[in-house]
């Protein structure tokens, strides 16, 4: 079964030199699934308080449907690299529509859009700035479809 992965992102710049690291990772994930990068940019003042609420909004109105959202939040629940390829797996037997993950600006994800997602899931309890999350969520997709597909690009580490 065919697999869709879509990211959304919100952030006031996108960057020629973060582009093209992300780009090197959807080339390779291409090989195994469809990949799409969407960019949100809302019009609003970077210190407007509505502005995260707003991007949320936009973010929202971006997803297909029906879509299987997870949204990336210091909060969500952890998964090892295996335990990622092992979920995304699933969804691919599952779930034959859209998988999208939900990258906050630098303001991160608005409560109400977290709240309505399938899943959420963190990086990690550090910090990450939302083009640096984009990048790391590249690779662990990456990775994910190498586990699946018995690519040796992932080494067990424990």
């Known amino acids: 079964m065919s697999r869709e992965y879509r990211v959304l992102w919100a952030g006031r710049h996108r960057r020629p030199d973060w582009e093209l690291l ?83 600006s630098d303001l991160g994800l608005d409560s109400a859009l977290t709240e309505s997602a399938n899943q959420v899931i963190s990086l990690g309890t550090m910090t990450f700035g939302h083009e640096l999350a984009r990048l790391a969520l590249y690779e662990q997709l990456y990775r994910a479809v190498s586990i699946q597909a018995g690519i040796s690009y992932h080494r067990d580490r424990f």
């Not at 990068?37 to 210190?47: L, M």
């Not at 609420?53 to 973010?59: F, H, S």
């Not at 952890?78 to 779930?95: F, G, I, K, N, T």
């Open 22 to 104: 992300c780009e090197q990772y959807r080339k390779r994930i291409s090989r195994h699934a469809t990949v799409k990068d969407q960019w949100i940019k809302v019009k609003t003042g970077s210190d407007d308080p509505k502005r995260k609420r707003v991007e949320g909004e936009a973010l929202r109105a971006a997803l297909p449907e029906p879509v299987w959202s997870i949204a990336l939040d210091v909060r969500g629940k952890h998964y090892s690299s295996r335990q990622l390829a092992s979920q995304l797996a699933r969804l691919r037997d599952e779930w034959p529509h859209p998988v999208a993950f939900l990258i906050g």
